[in-house]
Structure formats: C-alpha cells, structure tokens
C-alpha cells in the first residue's frame, strides 16, 4: 500500500527566504512521487516528478525536491520565495497502476 | 496548446437534481479520472477510465456515473445531488497506467447545491 504524509498544513515563509515543505512517503514498492502546486479555484499543475533516475530532481518555478530512500522523504525546496510562490501544494505517491495517493496538502503563504 | 478543458467552471444546482460535468481533452492520453475535492482536503479519487474500461473506486457513491463516449470526452453524472455533494471536481489524464506518467488536470468545476 502507499501513502504520503505532508507535515504541516499552512507553512509561512518570508518572500526571498527558503521554502520546505515536506513529505514523507510509505510504499511497499519502490514509488513514483509527485509535487503538484494548486492555485485557488484552479486545477493542479505538476511542479516535478521522481521517477527512479537522478535523486535531486528539478522542476518549474525553480522548485526542486530530493529523493531519500533512508527517510522515505521526498521534501520540495525552493531558495527564495516569491510572492506568487503563495498556493496549495500536495504531494502524491503512485506505484503501478493508476492510483495516485495525494497528501493532505500544505497551504504556503509568503509574507512581504 | 494540448489541454484538459472542463466545463463549466462553475455549476448550481438543486438539491436532488441532476447534473453533468464534462471534460475533453486533446492530449489523446488513454487513462481519463474524476476526482471530487472538498475544502482543504486532498483530492479523492472517484473513477477512471482506461479507454473504454471503467473503473470505480470501491468506496464512490452509486450516485456518481460517468461515461467516455470517445477518447477526448469524459462525463460525470451525479443522479440526485446532495448538500455534501457540494466540491470542486478535477478531471485529469494520463497517457497511460505505468505509475510513472504524470496526471494532467484540468482546471476543475466547482458545484454548488442548494
């Protein structure tokens, strides 16, 4: 079975400081893992993907996230945020089949 | 641009009357799902379809049908709606079912009973 755990539902971070948000995974099998970023009253929009190549992966909007086997972590990280940074962010684990397993999702807000 | 298009963006409707969402997409991907997504909470999976094969999630109401005409076009039906019906309802694609292809979203249509 898979599962995420995303710590924190509402991050706020100061616009040019670092974001983290985390998530944890559980996976019986090795996982497909997903961050995607939802703007209000909007769909969601794949910011990256891990998909078993390189562990440090890079995505749009300069967000990259890691790859940790040993913590069963998949964090997304940014250097500097930036006020349009502020939306929901969920991560997902997919294994195979088509069953994506969304986390609760963290709401970031970025303070000027 | 290839897309997943929803419509409306935004549905009331009554209580107990019925109501269709639509989606289409032009990706010409072979998996198409619903899912529901209350306030604050992450989305929730509803059905999928593979082509023409249906699959429903084991715990979605029987009051949520859908159907896939063809492959650019996806409908959920819900029979008699309910207050806690009331969701943003995502519609996503994916080329296939190998766990690794990312699901593309659409927009999404907010459905209001009242």
């Known amino acids: 079975a898979q599962s995420v755990t995303q710590l924190g539902s509402h991050v706020s971070v100061s616009e040019g400081a670092l974001v983290l948000l985390r998530c944890n995974y559980s996976?019986?099998?090795?996982?497909?893992l997903f961050w995607y970023v939802q703007y209000p009253n909007q769909g969601l929009q794949l910011l990256l993907k891990y998909t078993s190549a390189a562990t440090l992966v890079k995505g749009i909007n300069g967000f990259e996230a890691e790859f940790k086997k040993s913590e069963t972590s998949f964090h997304l990280t940014k250097p500097s945020a930036h006020m349009s940074d502020a939306a929901e962010y969920f991560c997902a684990v997919s294994a195979s089949g088509n069953q994506f397993y969304f986390g609760t999702g963290t709401s970031l807000t970025v303070i000027p | 641009d290839a897309m997943v298009i929803q419509n409306p963006r935004y549905q009331v409707t009554q209580f107990g009357k019925p109501v269709t969402l639509s989606c289409s997409q032009t990706?010409?991907?072979?998996?198409m799902y619903w899912y529901q997504q209350k306030s604050s909470q992450a989305p929730k999976l509803l059905f999928h379809?593979?082509?023409?094969?249906?699959?429903n999630e084991a715990d979605t109401p029987d009051n949520f049908q859908s159907r896939r005409p063809n492959t650019s076009f996806c409908f959920l039906d819900i029979r008699s709606p309910g207050l806690g019906d009331a969701a943003m309802y995502l519609c996503?694609?994916?080329?296939?079912?190998?766990?690794?292809?990312?699901?593309?979203f659409g927009p999404g249509t907010r459905l209001t009973v009242l």
């Open positions: 379809y593979y082509d023409k094969d249906f699959n």
């Open positions: 996503a694609t994916s080329r296939d079912s190998g766990g690794m292809d990312t699901q593309y």
């Open positions: 996976s019986s099998v090795p996982p497909y």
């Open positions: 990706l010409n991907h072979n998996v």
